[in-house]
Structure formats: C-alpha cells, structure tokens
C-alpha cells in the first residue's frame, strides 16, 4: 500500500506532460479526475474500498464549459419617421417609446433612432424609429431597407401637409417599391388650420394606409397610430421575405 502511495504522490508532484514546465504544481487543475486513478492504480479506483488512501489524493474537479451563447433572432423593423421641420415628429416618437413630453424644442441633426419592443402576431420584433431631420431628407440611405413610413405634418401650418408630396417623392426614388405609408397630423390639441378633409384627400390620392389626427402633448391617438404603423410594418417584411 506505501508503494501505492509513493506512485501517486509522484505523479502528484511531477507535471503532466501535456502542460509546460513553469505551470508546476498548478499544473494539476489541467488533470482529470480519471487520469489520476488510473495514475494511481486499481486501489484508489472509485468503489475499491480503499477511502483513507483515496481521502490523502487531491481529485480534480472538471471545470464547468460556458454555455454558448444563443443569438438573438428577433426581427428588427426599420420604420422611417419624415415630414418638415418642426411639425413634431421627436415628440411624437418620445411620446409613443416613453410615454413622455417635453415643451422645450429639441432639433434632430441628421437621424435620431429610436427602438422599441413589440409583439406582433405573437412574435416579439424590435421596431426602429428613425427621427429623419426635416432639412436632410434628401439623403438617400436614409431610406434603404424601411419597411414603413410615418409622414408627419402640423395641423396647425398647412404648408407642412403640401411639403409631404416631397417627401413621398424622395420615398418613391430610395426606399423600397411598395412601401407603406401612413399620414398623421400632429398637434390637434391646437387650432387647426387643415381641414381633416385635406389629409385625408392627400391620403387617397397617394395610396396611404390611412390618416390620424394625433397630438403628442395630449397624448392622442399616437399608440394608435404606431400600433397601425407596426402592423404595417411587419406584413410588409413578411411580403418581402
């Protein structure tokens, strides 16, 4: 039995083969716990009856692996926010991602992109708003790979409703063919100076999936309108895919 021991020992002592010479002692953490045993002999085998031996033997515990990770599949739609400057499209998109308003003006320089979870057809997918500045629409990556369209106008500037047939023209030449559009005029918690006939007209005559009245400060048909827009979204992607 002493010589048992002296052969375990040793090959306690000594490195493993596999390992470089500097690691030493610590070398052993590198060493199954099967690879001792049998170093050791058939006494200090599990079940060999041999426990005071089997006690004096340091057994290496196998190191637990790090589960892969598991990538993140969900869909990501890419929903493009246009429409002049200053007719609240910011707003409009804090308050539907927030729940939140701000009285103070704050001028998107380029895009802002905003994303936000949802669950559509039982899916999880992550919606991505982009905020695209009213004075660079012209910019025509802007516009790859949307899968809808929130054109955005005041209710209180008429001129910011016949701005949009720009906007529907820039949409035509860069975005995807088919895209779908949906108009809001923002603000209608103010006197409004469009006729709801006039955006609704607009609507019709380009093909829009529809036309809201929203108001970001009251919070007014804008979960409403993003709910419409997401669906539409979200068909268009399944269409294309």
């Known amino acids: ?24 002692r610590s070398a052993l953490c590198a060493v199954p716990a099967h690879s001792i045993a049998m170093v050791a002999g058939p006494a200090l085998r599990p079940g060999s009856g041999s426990p005071s031996i089997a006690a004096a033997v340091p057994v290496a515990q196998p190191r637990d692996r790090p589960r ?47 994303t936000q979870d949802r669950v559509i057809a039982g899916s999880v997918v992550t919606l991505a708003l982009w ?31 016949r701005a949009l047939l720009l906007w529907i023209d ?19 918690d103010l006197p409004s100076a469009v006729p709801v006939a006039w955006g609704e007209a607009l609507a019709a005559g380009v093909g829009a999936r529809g036309h809201y009245r ?10 409403p309108a993003f709910a419409l827009l997401a669906d539409m979204a979200a068909a268009s992607a399944r269409q294309s895919a």
């Open 214 to 223: 929203v108001s970001a400060r009251a919070d007014a048909q804008v979960g």
């Open 1 to 24: 039995m002493r010589e048992v021991l002296r052969r375990v020992m040793r090959a306690w002592l000594r490195p493993p083969p596999f390992a470089p010479r500097h690691l030493g």
């Open 170 to 188: 820039r949409l035509r030449h860069h975005a995807p063919p088919g895209l779908p559009l949906l108009i809001v005029g923002n603000k209608a």
């Open 131 to 161: 905020d695209i500045e009213g004075q660079r629409g012209e910019r025509p990556f802007f516009y790859h790979g949307a899968s809808a369209a929130l054109l955005v106008y005041d209710v209180t500037a008429p001129d910011s409703l």
């Open 68 to 114: 892969p990770r598991t990538m993140d599949t969900r869909r990501v739609l890419k929903l493009v926010v246009v429409g002049e400057g200053n007719v609240g499209k910011t707003s409009l998109v804090r308050r539907y991602a927030t729940h939140k308003f701000a009285e103070a003006r704050t001028q998107t320089l380029g895009i802002d992109i905003t």
